[in-house]
């Protein structure tokens, strides 16, 4: 299972009373349906089915670890994936601004 870096440094790193929304890709074979029945088990929330056998998944970070450990699960990363920004880069990247010589 790919889960991004960003996914890893909550899951190590949780911040208390935080929450993220993740996106859980449903690995072929497994039933998508299961997988959202398997989140709220664990504390988490299905906010929508996308496209490709994609839940969009909002959960405190204290539970992204159990969350990382369903069965069933192709990938796991943020909802700024989906986000592009000015240099057409989406999650995982700090924009930083130097100064001008």
């Known amino acids: 299972m790919y889960v991004s870096p960003a996914v890893k440094s909550i899951s190590r790193r949780p911040i208390e009373g935080a929450s993220v929304t993740v996106l859980l890709r449903v690995a072929d074979g497994t039933d998508v349906d299961t997988v959202g029945d398997a989140v709220r088990e664990v504390g988490g ?12 998944v909002s959960v405190a970070h204290e539970d992204l670890p159990a969350v990382c450990a369903i069965d069933g699960i192709e990938s796991i990363e943020t909802k700024n994936t ?20």
Request: charged share 30%.
């Open 45 to 56: 929330t299905v906010e929508s089915e996308l496209q490709f056998r994609t839940l969009m």
């Open 82 to 101: 989906l986000a592009i920004d000015a240099d057409g880069a989406g999650e995982d990247v700090e924009q930083h601004r130097f100064p001008e010589n």
